[in-house]
């Protein structure tokens, strides 16, 4: 069963987060990524998403 959910009005603090960019740092990327790692994964996971898959984070929010 799949689900959709439509965001009508974000935060200014919520973004869209996946796990970074590691590995990119010599070409001046950031590897950024989610602030709470595991918190992320676990969330994808227990919605049957992907582990990786972009999440929305909102910081004090």
Partial sequence: MAGEIEVLKAGPLTTVQDLG???????????SGAA???????????VGNAEGAA??????G
Avoid: K, M, V
């Fill in 21 to 31: 960019r590691p590995g990119y740092a010599d070409l001046g990327i950031g590897e």
């Fill in 55 to 60: 999440a929305l984070e909102c910081t004090l």
């Fill in 36 to 46: 709470d790692r595991r918190s992320f994964t676990l969330a994808n996971r227990l």
